[in-house]
DNA sequence: CGATGATGGGACGTCTATGTCCCAAAATCA
DNA sequence: TGATTTTGGGACATAGACGTCCCATCATCG
């Protein structure tokens, strides 16, 4: 047979070998070609279209495991354990160690299409602004300012911390604290 | 004579009108083709290509035109004027107000080779970099933060603004105003 | 060892973006 | 008006990415 069927130890790791590739490689260039990601994969082209029929199947395979890997930073552990700001505090650090996934996801919205913009990540944006809301009524966020901005704000420096984790700037646990120390209090000092 | 050499007014015209079609759609959507640039333009493909004889000609130009926006927008007038605060201020609101020139620019870091990455935008990066070491010693920034974790930041908010404007959510103004008050203080209260 | 599974790699055909040429129509200018 | 410039648009050629087939080779498992 020509085409993996079965779910033998040796398909996983190929898959997922050709998951990962893409996942790194398109993160940084997202016009990389098929081959980029084969050779990234130490693979050959057509191994990867045994796996992936065309590029759609592989740019939607690669966005569950982008989620995978989300969830498995534990972007989604965040369930009313504490304060609006606890979560929001805890939600960042993860998506930021979440380092590549989140890259791939939030950094160019044409990626999955027009339906992508509207829809939400992780789990929702809807979500995500009732925590922001809740998080202004708690006085922890400036109540003046739309949430909306505040959530741009966010993904904006959860790319900005996941690129230095990516360049080597910073390590890990650093670039999560940083992040959260600017996002609620800007770069001003003590 | 088929390739335009004087300097007519009408060349002048047409060859802004590509160029700003290209910041706006490139800004947009940086793989779409010369074709997509020639239509936003009202231009025939053929037009185009007797201004720019291929593709990187027509990229270089372009940036050319955004970092000459730049200028327009006020984002070189900041010359020890103030406080470094002030003038991070004002290059901030300055910057968010160029919008599309700003998003190309800093949105794909492949757009324009490798040596971009490494090169300045607007003048320079050790500029920038000396503007926000001397905030910090006057004590507008925190002194034990990265200083290219603060430019990455500022560049973040940037990016976010203009965004902001580009989509509608903002006008131009407070889209500056929101962009800086979260630079210096987060997303905090008051 | 033999059978089945998985991979590598080449040969094609197709499609899109690009770049070049050319000529007729439209606009502009003297 | 007549000449010159500029444009539109079609016809081509080319290059790169994609997707499909096919077959030899290597690994794995019985």
Same mark, same amino acid.
């Given at each position: 047979?020509?085409? @993996?069927?079965?779910?033998?130890?040796?398909?996983?790791?190929?898959?997922? =070998?050709?998951?990962? =590739?893409?996942?790194?490689? &398109?993160?940084?260039? &997202?016009?990389?070609?098929?081959?980029?990601?084969?050779?990234?994969?130490?693979?050959?082209?057509?191994?990867?279209?045994?796996?992936?029929?065309?590029?759609?199947?592989?740019?939607?395979?690669?966005?569950?495991?982008?989620?995978?890997?989300?969830?498995? #930073?534990?972007? !989604?552990?965040?369930?009313?354990?504490?304060?609006?700001?606890?979560?929001?505090?805890?939600?960042?650090?993860?998506?930021?160690?979440?380092? !590549? #996934?989140?890259?791939?996801?939030?950094?160019? @919205?044409?990626?999955?299409?027009?339906? &992508?913009?509207?829809?939400? /990540?992780?789990?929702?944006?809807?979500?995500?602004?009732?925590?922001?809301?809740?998080?202004?009524?708690?006085?922890?966020?400036?109540?003046?300012?739309? /949430?909306?901005?505040?959530?741009?704000?966010?993904?904006?420096?959860?790319?900005?911390?996941?690129?230095?984790?990516?360049?080597?700037?910073?390590?890990?646990?650093?670039?999560?604290?940083?992040?959260?120390?600017?996002?609620?209090?800007?770069?001003? /000092?003590?």
């Amino acid at each position: 047979m020509s085409t @993996p069927q079965a779910d033998s130890g040796v398909r996983h790791r190929t898959r997922r =070998a050709i998951l990962d =590739a893409a996942l790194a490689v &398109w993160a940084r260039d &997202w016009n990389a070609s098929l081959g980029d990601i084969a050779d990234q994969a130490a693979v050959s082209r057509s191994t990867l279209h045994r796996y992936f029929p065309d590029r759609q199947a592989l740019v939607e395979a690669t966005k569950e495991r982008a989620l995978e890997a989300f969830e498995e #930073a534990g972007c !989604d552990a965040t369930s009313g354990s504490g304060t609006a700001r606890e979560e929001l505090d805890a939600l960042l650090r993860n998506a930021v160690a979440a380092g !590549d #996934a989140v890259i791939y996801l939030y950094s160019d @919205p044409h990626r999955f299409g027009d339906e &992508w913009a509207a829809e939400d /990540p992780g789990s929702d944006h809807t979500e995500m602004r009732e925590l922001v809301v809740r998080a202004q009524a708690e006085g922890a966020i400036a109540a003046d300012v739309d /949430p909306d901005w505040v959530i741009s704000v966010f993904y904006s420096l959860v790319y900005v911390g996941a690129e230095s984790i990516n360049a080597g700037t910073l390590p890990r646990h650093r670039a999560g604290e940083i992040s959260s120390r600017t996002f609620f209090g800007g770069v001003a /000092p003590g």
